[in-house]
């Protein structure tokens, strides 16, 4: 039988979504004073990522790249705003089949690549009374990406 607890070590990181990057880094690092780490695209999901450190998690401003980005249904359907919470786990395997016995809905049954090369599943927010869960599992240092 598996583990069907999630038990994430930490939270790995917020997701904001905005319409520009160009437009919110400056608020996030000027005003709010968090420390800027850097950009990444994500072409699978049609998304520009910018990375701030807020101690021992991040917050990840997400600007689509494309009308059909996820990001940007999103963005149509609900504005800018706190589009999920990331949870830090290992064994990402593990924790979707244990989610998927429980009876909780996925948005994805297994694992795919994510940014800076960590393996990411969500949770679909009917199942988390509205709430959209990421599972994070980091990239090892020199392990290859999915």
Do not use: W
């Not at 608020?27 to 990444?40: F, T």
């Not at 101690?55 to 249904?73: C, F, V």
């Not at 609900?78 to 998927?100: M, P, W, Y």
């Not at 996925?106 to 679909?124: C, T, Y």
């Amino acid at each position: 039988m598996t583990n069907r607890s999630v038990s994430p070590e930490r939270i790995d990181h917020v997701g904001i979504a905005v319409r520009s990057l160009d437009e919110a880094v400056p608020l996030y690092r000027d005003i709010l004073g968090l420390k800027y780490l850097g950009e990444e695209s994500v072409e699978s999901e049609q998304v520009r990522i910018a990375f701030f450190r807020l101690g021992e998690t991040r917050i990840e401003l997400l600007e689509p790249l494309s009308a059909d980005s996820p990001i940007a249904g999103f963005l149509e359907k609900r504005g800018e705003g706190i589009h999920h919470i990331a949870l830090k786990v290992d064994g990402i395997e593990e924790k979707l089949e244990g989610l998927t016995e429980t009876g909780i809905r996925l948005i994805h049954e297994r694992p795919k690549r994510g940014a800076e090369g960590s393996r990411v599943a969500f949770i679909h927010p009917k199942s988390t009374r509205g709430v959209l869960y990421e599972l994070c599992e980091p990239q090892l240092k020199g392990e290859p990406g999915l």
